[in-house]
C-alpha cells in the first residue's frame, strides 16, 4: 500500500520448493521487489484523510497543505524521512493530489549531472510537484543546482567549454519539491536546511497494519478474518510494505492449499511455508542470530565476521537484518561489535550464559 512497491513475479503455485528468495525478494525485506509497483500503486491511498498511521505526520503536513492553499502559493519544500516501506512516496503523491496539481517522480542516483536536474525543473509547471526519491544520493553537481532551484526558483545553465562558457539564468515556475530518505544523516546541511518541512516516519502498531490490511484485503478481493489480519500485522515489522506482502503471500497459500478464506490456521501455516516465525524474523535472520550465539558464543564479533559466518555481504546483514534485530531486543552494537541478547538466546531455544543481560527487561513489547 505504502510507499513504492511492484508485483512479484515468483511462481507462488508450487510451496513444495522452499522458500529459495534472493535477498532482495525476501518477504520480509522492506525494499521494493522488482515488477511489484502495479500491485501498489493498486493500493495507495489517494488523501491524507484515507491514509493510514503516521497521525503526528499527517496533521502536520495538513496545515502546511491548507495553509498554502489559503495563500495560494506553493507549500513549503518537504522532506520525508524514514525506513524504506513506511508511505514517503504515497505521502508525495497525496501532497500532489491535495494540491490539485502534476507531481514530476525520479530517484537522487539518477540525477547524476546537473543537466539532468535542469531538464526535470524546466519542465515543470507552476505549483508543480517534484518527488526526489532517496534524495540523500544525489550527486553533488546537481544538489549545489537545486539549492538555487530551491531558493530563487532560478537555476544557471551553462553554456560552451573553457574561457567562451557563459552561464545563462533560466527561470522556472515556484514548485514544491518532495524529498525522500532512508538516510537523513546522509543529507548535506546545506540541502537539509532548504527544507521547509520536515517528517520523520515512525514505524506502524500492529493495530494500524490491521487498519491498513482491512483496506488493501477489500481492493484485493482477498477473504480474511480479524484474527489472520492481526497475525499477518504482527509479524509485519511494522511495515505496511512488509505486510501488503505478506497478504499477498497467504492469499496464494489459501487459494492453492485452502478454500480461499485466509483464517487464523491458514495464515499461520502459510506464514510457516515463507519462514516468517512468530516474531517476524526469517531465515537470515534467525540464520544471523544463530551464527553469533551458536558459533561466536554470544559475541561480540565484528559485522564482516557475521556476514562470512551466513554467506552474505556485510551491507545485507547490516542494512536488512540488523535494524530489526535490533528494535527488537535481540541483538545489540557494541564499540567492540555485535552482541547477542538473552532474548535472543531465548528465542533459539538456548540457555544464556549468567553474564547476558535481559535488554528487553524494561521494554516489554516492541511497539509500546
Known sequence: MHDGDRADTADMTDFDRGTGWGREEAPLSAVAHTGEREVETTLRPRTLDSFVGQPRVREQLQLVLESARKRGVPPDHVLLSGPPGLGKTSLAM???????????????????????????????????????????????P?????????????????????????????????FTLVGATTRSGALTGPLRD?????????????????????????????????????????????????????????????????DGVATLPVV??????YDVDELGLDRLDR?????????????????????????????????????????????ARTPRGRVATALAWEHLGLQPPPEVGRLDAATPSLFD
Not at 159 to 166: D, I, L, N, R
Not at 233 to 252: E, M
Request: hydrophobic letters at 45%; proline letters at 5%.
Open 94 to 140: 497525496i501532497i500532489a493530489a491535495e494540491l490539485d496539481t502534476s507531481i514530476r517522480i525520479t530517484s537522487g542516483p539518477a540525477l547524476e549531472k546537473a543537466g539532468d536536474l535542469a531538464a526535470m525543473l524546466s519542465n515543470l509547471a507552476e505549483g508543480d510537484v517534484l518527488f526526489i526519491d532517496e534524495i540523500h544520493r544525489i550527486a553533488r
Open 142 to 174: 546537481a544538489e549545489e543546482m537545486l539549492y538555487l532551484a530551491m531558493e530563487d526558483f532560478r537555476v544557471d545553465v551553462v553554456v560552451g567549454k573553457g574561457p567562451g562558457a557563459t552561464s545563462i539564468p533560466l527561470e522556472i515556475p515556484p
Open 194 to 258: 532548504r527544507f521547509g518541512f520536515t517528517g520523520q516516519m515512525e514505524f506502524y502498531t500492529p493495530e494500524e497494519l490491521e487498519q491498513v490490511l482491512k483496506r488493501s484485503a477489500s481492493i484485493l478481493g482477498i477473504a480474511i478474518d480479524d484474527e489472520g489480519r492481526a497475525e499477518i500485522a504482527r509479524r509485519s515489522r511494522g511495515t505496511p510494505r512488509i505486510a501488503n506482502r505478506l497478504l499477498r503471500r497467504v492469499r496464494d497459500y489459501a487459494e492453492v492449499r485452502a
Open 268 to 273: 499461520r501455516a502459510a506464514l510457516q511455508v
Open 287 to 331: 540464520a544471523v542470530l544463530d551464527a553469533l550465539v551458536r558459533s561466536f558464543n554470544g559475541g561480540p564479533v565484528g559485522v564482516s565476521t557475521l556476514a562470512v559466518a551466513v554467506g552474505e555481504e556485510p551491507t545485507t546483514v547490516e542494512e536488512v537484518c540488523e535494524p530489526y534485530l535490533v528494535r527488537a531486543g535481540m541483538l
